[in-house]
């Protein structure tokens, strides 16, 4: 096991996707091919960290930041950059009115945290934490693929429990508000954790990271055909 083993969502949800793909990233150092969707949700997100650590949060600037931070890398050819490129202008109009008219505060963007479950190390990166109300708080998980997740899904989004878990546990925030902001159609989708859930959430985590530790990488062969890595696997069907 390495010295610096540590868990957090993506490694997890690497792990429940296919214990071998773990295995290949984290401890072989393969790496995933970049594509156009992976591009373009580090562009948004980066655009969005910018915008709200910067001083002058106005229309001109947030465009500012976007072809700031705007790179081609993953993309196909130059007519699937100008489409990503036109999507992106338009998700972050939409952002934009929407922020202006918000009552919330943005308290934290990409917010880091580095904690334990049991003797395990957890870290995580929240991508934004408002206030509303003088003392109540929002999560928010920024999405930037086209698809809108059922509330279902929402509800049983392990990241969210983890966050929720880090900002009251962490932090020591006061949360009243999670949601999933998707913003291909500017829409929030809210959702709540009970203590049981939080808990549940957090043994799954700690289970993860005793099976990691004792090297439990069986390959999943059902998920191959969707995997990111096929091929580049020797299990690859
Ligand atoms: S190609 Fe299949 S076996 Fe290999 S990492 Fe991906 S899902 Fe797992």
């Known amino acids: 096991m390495r010295q610096d083993f ?12 296919c214990p071998y793909k773990y295995k290949l990233i984290y401890f072989d150092g393969v790496h995933v091919p970049i594509n156009a969707d992976i591009t373009f949700g580090h562009i948004i997100h980066k655009t969005l960290e910018q915008f709200h650590s910067g001083k002058k949060q106005v229309y001109d600037v947030l465009f500012e930041y ?25 998700m972050l109009t939409n952002y934009y009115a929407s922020f ?16 334990n479950i049991g003797k395990y190390k957890f870290v995580g990166i929240i ?6 109300d003088n003392s109540k708080h929002e999560i ?10 059922n509330q279902k899904m929402v509800d049983q989004d392990l990241q969210l429990s983890f966050y929720t878990y880090a900002c009251k546990n962490v932090f020591g925030l006061n949360i009243n508000k999670i949601s999933i902001y998707f913003l291909s159609e500017n829409k929030k989708i809210y959702t709540k954790r009970s203590r049981n859930e939080i808990i549940n959430a957090m043994n799954i ?8 530790e004792s090297e439990k990488f069986l390959p999943d062969t059902s998920k191959c055909k969707m995997c990111s890595l096929k091929l580049k696997c020797k299990c690859s069907l």
């Open 205 to 212: 985590a700690t289970k993860i990271a005793k099976d990691i």
């Open 100 to 115: 202006i008219n918000s009552n919330s505060k943005v308290l934290y963007v990409e917010k880091a945290f580095n904690t």
């Open 66 to 90: 976007y072809d700031d931070v705007w790179k081609n890398d993953g993309f196909n050819d130059p007519h699937q950059i100008f489409e990503y490129y036109k999507r992106g202008k338009v």
């Open 6 to 17: 540590k868990i957090s969502y993506s490694r997890i949800n690497t792990y429940l996707f």
């Open 127 to 132: 991508d934004r934490i408002d206030i509303f």
């Open 140 to 149: 928010i998980d920024y999405k930037t693929h086209l698809k809108v997740w």
